[in-house]
């Protein structure tokens, strides 16, 4: 019986994952779980500030998706020369909600 072109496509997929992991693994000295750990953490974090970027999602949402604080959102996205999707009426009220708290 034949192997599905689709069953194949993916074993040649996996087999370059795991030539890439090995790779990331021999380089940064690690394990591959170390590896795969970090590389999800960076690209959840790569892909939240990209969303931003891009104005598909709130700072609230970008900050959840990348696991992070709201304050180390901000961070990230100043690390990244990101500006605030923020409207000058957008701040005023949270100037506003701001000083309610204070």
């Known amino acids: 019986m034949a192997i599905p072109p689709s069953t194949k496509l993916l074993g040649i997929f996996a087999m370059y994952v795991m ?3 090995e790779y990331f693994a021999k380089l940064l000295q690690e394990n ?11 690209g959840k974090k790569m892909k939240a500030v990209n969303l931003y970027k891009n ?6 949402l970008g900050a ?3 696991g992070v604080t709201l304050s180390d959102f901000l961070d990230l996205l100043e690390v990244h020369n990101v500006k605030l999707n923020l409207s000058l009426d957008d701040a005023k009220i949270a100037m506003e909600n701001a000083q309610k708290f204070l």
């Open 19 to 21: 030539k890439e992991l």
């Open 32 to 42: 591959r779980s170390a590896v795969i750990r970090d590389l999800l953490e960076e």
């Open 55 to 60: 104005k598909k999602i709130s700072l609230g």
């Open 64 to 66: 959840k998706l990348a």
